[in-house]
Nanobody, 117 residues
Framework: QAQLAESGGGLEQAGGSLRLSCVASGTTFSRRTMDWYRRAPGDQRELVARVDVDDNIEYADSVKGRFTVSRDNAKNTVYLQMNSLKPEDTAIYYC???????????WGQGTLVAVSS
């Protein structure tokens, strides 16, 4: 019943911007840590950004200064604002929430971000 639904991916040129959204349903969103992961073909899954229940935020070194994660608990939504996009940002981006004592792990379906040079 609990699920995550992503949107906002697409094609963008290098230097451009995209904003990804992830809407949670069937769960207590405000009590969940929310993550953005990405996976490029042939690469391992990478944690891009994390925002916890207290709005503590972590970023991968590869996106620091370019990406911004935020959450709106009233809308059950976490965002990833991606600026100054690079071709190496091309990947499928996944919304994720880790398992806790009360809540099971959740994964979104993924949304493709393609950055052309």
């Amino acid at each position: 019943q609990a699920q995550l639904a992503e949107s906002g991916g697409g094609l963008e040129q290098a230097g451009g911007s995209l904003r990804l959204s992830c809407v949670a349903s069937g769960t207590t969103f405000s009590r969940r840590t929310m993550d953005w992961y990405r996976r490029a073909p042939g690469d391992q899954r990478e944690l891009v950004a994390r925002v916890d229940v207290d709005d503590n935020i972590e970023y991968a070194d590869s996106v620091k200064g370019r990406f911004t994660v935020s959450r709106d608990n009233a809308k059950n939504t976490v965002y990833l604002q991606m600026n100054s996009l690079k071709p190496e940002d091309t990947a499928i981006y996944y919304c994720h929430s880790p398992r806790s004592f009360l809540y099971g792990e959740l994964w979104g379906q993924g949304t493709l971000v393609a950055v052309s040079s």
